[in-house]
């Protein structure tokens, strides 16, 4: 809710949002909430999206990957970015506006 009213009132343009898969477990991988959201970013929000980073993501990730991909605009792929380490997320994001991220854990 929070977002959409700063979308609506003009104070924000576009979002970042950063996946940590760090840790996360396969059978913890919820490709339902997946479709859910890239529909909603997609169908309320299409252009919002300025940059998607996914942390670590493990083996079994690149199998949810192929079967989300399609449903993905070229255009929205092309700001979706694999990460491996701090060093590349810094590339992309001020790590210190992620206050839950526990960045000596690489």
């Known amino acids: 809710?929070?977002?959409c009213r700063l979308f609506r009132d003009g104070h924000v343009e576009t979002v970042a949002i950063v996946f940590d898969f760090r840790g996360v477990r396969r059978h913890s991988m919820d490709l339902r909430f997946a479709r859910k959201f890239i529909h909603l970013m997609g169908d309320h929000y299409p252009e919002r999206l300025g940059l998607a980073v996914i942390i670590q993501p493990p083996w079994w990730f690149f199998k949810a990957w192929t079967a989300l991909k399609p449903l993905i605009d070229k255009h929205t792929?092309?700001?979706?970015v694999f990460v491996e380490k701090e060093e590349e997320l810094r590339q992309y994001v001020d790590v210190n506006r992620l206050p839950s991220l526990q960045l000596g854990s690489w």
């Not at 792929?77 to 979706?80: E, M, T």
């Open 77 to 80: 792929r092309r700001k979706i």
């Open 1 to 3: 809710d929070r977002m």
